[in-house]
Each structure stands twice: as C-alpha cells, then as structure tokens.
C-alpha cells in the first residue's frame, strides 16, 4: 500500500465550485505539505503544517486554505474554483528528526481542471 | 530569499550517453540540497542529497557534488538509460527558519533507445 495518499486522483470542476483534496499518510510524519506544479514553473508550496496545531502559508496560499484534521490527514480547500488554479496537486510528508535533512515523500498527484 | 536555478529542457539524450543537468542556487548559509525525480505519472521521489560542502551524493549512477565556491550541485551520469526518462528537480532546504525546500523549475530528460 502506498504510504501518501491523494483523493481524488483526478477531478474536473466548474469556476466558483468548493473543492477540497485530501491526503493521508501512513508514514508515522509529524510534517505534511500541499504543492502545486504547474508546466515551466516547477513546484510550488501553497501550505504546510508542522504537526496537527501548527499551520503555516506557502509561497502561494491566496485562493486556497487548509486543515489538519489529525497527524495523518491534510486537506487542502479551494473554497471558489478559478481557472488559473487547473494544475498539478502534491501532497508530501517529512518526518523531524533535525538531521539537518528532512526528505519528503510525496503522494501520486491530483489533476485539478477548474473549467 | 532563497532560489534554485536549473537549466531548461528538454533534454534529449541517446541510450549510453553522458548527462549533465546544471543546477545553481542562491541561499543564505549553507543548505543542504537534493535531486528529486519525478517519473510520469507518478509523484517526486528523492534521488540523491548533499548536507555539507564538498559532499558527493549518488544513486542509481547519478551523482552530484556540493560545490559551495560556484554554488552549484549539477547532476551527472555516465550512460544513460531509456529508463531514466524523466523530470528532475533539485531542491535545498535552508538551515535558517522553517525547514521548507525550494524546489528549481525541473528538468525533463528524455533518452531515446
């Protein structure tokens, strides 16, 4: 079984639509992110959350919003769809051990169409 | 604030050949930094790191030195698979404030038989 999870995998929407992605880990992590990809522009991070009463706002977090309803499960919200919010979502884990590295693992990705 | 410049693809490559994808970056310290590679359809995956300066990360043949006098962290590899048709990012993670990563635009190789 995988250890990050997405729903859905693929989801297409009308413009002013609430969506919500969901994410859960199997991993044991304390620390959960949201990224968007988008063609020429890499990933980007929307939000992250460093354990379930700590949340912080990414690079791009206008449009979007968060919950961390228990160690394991991360939502991510679009509370009204927009076309430019069609891209590529990840979800990804780390753990905190403070070895001066923190490898994240990252779950299949959600297609978002906003139409 | 903190940056990560990789250079555009495609990249196309014959099976057996060398790679070089280069990779420069702006931080404030010393970073740590990473290639992650992101095979189609799927999500990244950590392909190899560097914690220190002069520090060599390597994986799957693929290996990268910590050069802190040019900033730069270029991925190599010697000969090339059709298997390792790819995107590939590099990444840091800054050792002052939150221990998010910054991630380059990617990297698409495509190695052809």
């Known amino acids: 079984d995988a250890d990050v999870t997405q729903t859905p995998r693929n989801r297409i929407t009308k413009t002013g639509k609430r969506i919500m992605l969901e994410c859960s880990q199997t991993?044991?992590?304390?620390?959960m992110y949201w990224y968007r990809q988008d063609p020429g522009l890499g990933l980007r991070l929307i939000y992250y959350?460093?354990?379930?009463?700590?949340?912080n706002k990414g690079e791009i977090s206008d449009g979007y919003s968060v919950s961390r309803q228990a160690q394991a499960k991360f939502s991510l919200s679009l509370e009204s769809a927009i076309p430019n919010q069609t891209a590529l979502y990840f979800c990804?884990?780390?753990?905190?051990?403070?070895?001066?590295?923190?490898?994240?693992?990252f779950g299949p990705g959600t297609r978002l169409t906003v139409l | 604030g903190d940056s990560v410049t990789q250079m555009e693809g495609p990249v196309t490559l014959s099976e057996e050949a060398c790679l070089t994808i280069?990779?420069?970056?702006?931080?404030?310290?010393?970073?740590?930094l990473f290639w992650y590679v992101q095979y189609p359809g799927e999500g990244l995956q950590l392909l190899l790191k560097?914690?220190?300066?002069?520090d060599k990360g390597s994986n799957k043949g693929f290996e990268a030195t910590y050069r802190k006098e040019t900033t730069s962290f270029h991925l190599e590899k010697g000969s090339v698979q059709v298997s390792d048709s790819a995107v590939y990012f590099c990444?840091?993670?800054?050792?002052?404030?939150?221990?998010?990563?910054?991630f380059g635009k990617g990297t698409m190789l495509l190695v052809s038989p």
């Open positions: 990444a840091l993670k800054s050792r002052s404030g939150y221990s998010t990563l910054t």
């Open positions: 560097a914690t220190k300066a002069d």
């Open positions: 280069n990779c420069t970056y702006t931080a404030t310290g010393y970073p740590s």
């Open positions: 990804a884990t780390s753990d905190n051990t403070g070895r001066g590295y923190n490898e994240q693992f």
């Open positions: 959350s460093f354990d379930v009463k700590d949340i």
């Open positions: 991993k044991g992590h304390d620390r």
